[in-house]
């Protein structure tokens, strides 16, 4: 297929890089044209807006990092909505909020056009190996044209319903389970920490037992060797993922008290001046109540 991609930071990259890989012809765009460059060598065309993109290709992908970026990448003056050709599908990877969510698939239905959320479990590095989940809702026909597409950068693609505003809040739960879960080892580590144990110890008995799952693993291992300062995700995007969760719950009125510890404890790491650093930064919130130095 001749697909576009829109946003082209460290995940859009990879994910672009495994569609051109897998054979696809591949028009892209970036705020930072630079970003594009190694893409263009391998044959990737570069447009200069949205709408360039948009109509050259049968589907694009975006990957951007919040509601408004989307908002104007999709409905911008020069914004995909405005080029895409009708029954032309726009697959969004980025984490939303419910309402942008139906913004998205309201606005393009009403240009004749199909929204799927194409949501994304990984790091950059699952990315660029084509290991990616993809957590998806659409149509079943659109899904059908999407598939070679997804399968070029996901190892297992589910399937939640035919809402696409299904997948946004899946994803936005799946990512509540990865920082709550950081917050927990953040707390074991501390603990024992203070108690004479070595982490790295602590980490050796967890996953090689029960708690073996990538969470603990990936992330586990960043944090017991201090690995802040090269983000696959900033603690900006974590405060950004909660408050979004949170007002989720409020719109559904579940209550969600352990997010709201996640969301003051991401708050906490940026007053401590790591906005900027990855979200596994969260284990020196807990030694610092520790009072560990």
């Known amino acids: 297929m001749k697909v576009g991609f829109v946003g082209l930071g460290a995940m859009g990259h990879a994910m672009a890089e495994r569609l051109l890989k897998g054979g696809h012809e591949l028009v892209v765009t970036n705020r930072t044209r630079a970003k594009a460059d190694d893409l263009v060598a391998q044959g990737a065309v570069f447009a200069e807006t949205p709408a360039d993109v948009a109509r050259q290709v049968e589907a694009v992908f975006s990957m951007l990092f919040d509601d408004a970026s989307t908002e104007e990448a999709v409905f911008g003056e020069h914004g995909i909505a405005t080029a895409l050709a009708p029954g032309g599908i726009h ?50 026909e659109a899904l059908k044209r999407l598939r070679p597409l997804l399968e070029c950068f996901g190892s297992k693609i589910f399937e939640v319903g035919q809402d696409p505003v299904q997948a946004n809040l899946a994803k936005l ?12 080892m953040a707390e074991v580590f ?20 029960f708690y073996n799952a990538p969470v603990h693993k990936n992330y586990g291992k960043l944090m017991v060797d201090h690995e802040y300062d090269h983000p696959g995700a900033p603690v900006t995007l974590g405060l950004k ?23 003051d404890r991401l708050l906490s790491a940026i007053s401590a001046g790591d906005a900027g650093r990855d979200f596994v930064v969260l284990l020196e919130r807990a030694r610092q109540d520790s009072g560990l130095k």
Do not use: W
């Open 173 to 184: 739960s799946l990512n509540f389970m990865i920082y709550s879960t950081i917050e927990q």
């Open 190 to 209: 501390a603990l024992n920490e203070k108690a004479g144990t070595d982490p790295h110890k602590i980490f050796e008995i967890m996953t090689g037992s």
């Open 241 to 263: 993922d909660m408050e979004m969760f949170l007002k989720a719950g409020g719109e559904h009125a579940v209550p969600l008290p352990y997010a709201s510890v996640v969301r």
């Open 91 to 140: 697959a969004c990877s980025s984490t939303l909020s419910l309402e942008q969510a139906r913004r998205l698939r309201d606005g393009h239905a009403e240009h004749g056009q199909v929204y799927v959320s194409a949501n994304v479990l990984g790091r950059p590095p699952a990315a660029k190996a084509g290991e990616l989940f993809v957590v998806t809702a659409c149509a079943d």
